[in-house]
């Protein structure tokens, strides 16, 4: 029983559905397929669908639009958040450049105008040691400083790496003109610690070349006080010699003491004029001394007898003697021993041929016995220059040269002048 229902079953014909449509005597039929009828029901169903959408999209479109273009607002809001923090970065960056580049100029304007005063300082000192004869080569002057700033920007520049390896190394950086040349531009260049900006590398650098332009200064100052000083002692020293001879010069007015500066920035001043005090203080006793009959007119050649009472060489009997002899042979030079004009040249009696010259404060000198007088009467005279030969004219026992140092028509005895030559003439 149950065979026979499956067969009915798995037998059963399915007949395709069918749409009969007639027209009057037309009838035609459709045979309607399941697969067209699900194409038509998937049509239907994206019809549908995209229905809903459309409907949906018309309902929500302004909320999707606002959406959309609140979103895009915030995206503009934080792109321009970020481009004003970059430019504010920016604009600290370089307005930080324009700081330090500002206080690296302005500290190289005063570098050179510090240059520039020690250089007037130099230029004010040369005159004064060029017009004494002080070693002048001994007074540092300057030292090289940094050149211009490159037209294309404060970074570039040479290397700095050997100024600033001289500058540690506590050296002066501006020692002398042999110095290498360096720029302050190319601070980047150069070594420096971890962490260290080119405006703190700008900084050492500046402050080493202060030092060495101190250190100048301070070499200045010092030359200038040792020259002082020297001069003060070779004026007293003079003066000592002279006034040992009996003979006083004037050295000026009778004032002094020791230099206190008022400030420091007089002080250069106030050495300077103390300087040029003792140079001519040192001058004019160099004037006196060269003023006075303190030269030897017979140089090289021993005395033969000296100022004083003495046995008269030819009576024998004691006689003063008003000067004193050289023993020098015939047609010796005898040399004047200061400048001054020859107020006699020619027989003088027992002076046989005589020269006398007058000098300044009343001294007077004769040369006496010569063979031969080569000036004459008003003729002006320089020391060392040769009056006549030596001969044995007059009252003499043989060639000879008399030689005499009066003083408002005194005789004097010539060898305190002699002496006190030999111990000038170091500081002549």
Partial sequence: MAEAN??????????????????????????????????????????????????????????????????????????????????????????????????????????????????????????????????????????????????????????????????????????????????????????SVEGESSADRADRLFVAINQSLRTIESEQLSRINTLAQDAYQTADAISDVLEDAGLRVEAGSGIGGPLVPIDNPALFDAKVKELDEALEMLDRMKSEARRLPIANPSPGHSVSSTFGVRKDPLLGSPALHSGMDFRAPMGSEAHVTAPGTV????????????VEVEHADGFTTRYGHLSKILVKKGQQLSAGDIVGKVGSTGRSTGPHLHYEVRRNGEALNPSRFLKAGRKVSQYL
Avoid: C
Avoid at 345 to 354: I, P, T
């Fill in 6 to 191: 499956r067969s009915t079953v798995f037998g059963k014909r399915n007949e395709p559905h069918t749409v009969i449509i007639a027209r009057g005597d037309d009838i035609r039929h459709f045979q309607v397929r399941p697969w067209l009828v699900a194409v038509a029901g998937s049509a239907f169903a994206a019809m549908a669908i995209g229905y809903l959408l459309a409907t949906t999209y018309l309902v929500l479109r302004d909320d999707l639009i606002d959406a959309t273009t609140a979103r895009q607002a915030r995206l503009q809001q934080a792109y321009e958040d970020r481009i004003s923090a970059l430019r504010a970065q920016v604009d600290r960056i370089t307005s930080r450049q324009m700081l330090d580049q500002q206080l690296m100029e302005t500290k190289v304007g005063e570098l050179l105008e510090r240059q520039t005063q020690l250089t007037e300082r130099h230029g004010r000192l040369a005159p004064i040691t060029d017009r004494f004869g002080a070693d002048a080569a001994a007074l540092p002057a300057s030292a090289p400083l940094p050149p211009d700033k490159p037209e294309d920007g404060w970074e570039n520049g040479p290397d700095l790496r050997a100024t600033l390896d001289t500058a540690a190394s506590g050296q002066p950086v501006l020692a002398g003109a042999s110095a290498q040349p360096f720029s302050f531009w190319s601070t980047r260049n150069s070594p």
């Fill in 343 to 354: 107020v006699s040249a020619g027989w003088n009696g027992g002076y046989g041929r005589m």
